[in-house]
């Protein structure tokens, strides 16, 4: 499955009402760190066709950053039956990536 952007018009459908978990990457395109996960985001989008994976853009999306309390990029948040599940901040392994999601 590809990643989808994440925007506060697609929140609902894509995200909140989703019948699978979703992993959201919050980023930036200035953020160093960020460009790091990115391959892993995407990587794990492709490899697992059970979990939606959706990236914010912190930038153009402040509102929904700002929902999620981000104050440090990259913040991955794992929502499950429109919950939040799990959260980190900062670079992470492909392996404890994918432990969030359990």
Do not use: R, Y
Request: proline share 4%; glycine share 4%; with cysteine.
């Amino acid at each position: 499955m590809s990643v989808l952007t994440i925007t506060k018009n697609n929140f609902d459908a894509e995200v909140k009402n989703s019948s699978q978990p979703v992993l959201l990457d919050f980023w930036a395109s200035w953020c160093g760190p960020c460009k790091m996960v990115s391959p892993i985001i995407d990587e794990i989008a492709k490899e697992n066709s059970d979990i939606k994976v959706g990236k914010v853009n912190v930038d153009e999306e402040s509102e929904l950053a700002g929902d999620f309390k981000v104050m440090s990029i990259p913040t991955l948040v794992v929502i499950k039956d429109g919950k939040v599940h799990n959260t980190t901040v900062g670079v992470q392994s492909k392996q404890n990536i994918l432990k969030l999601l359990d």
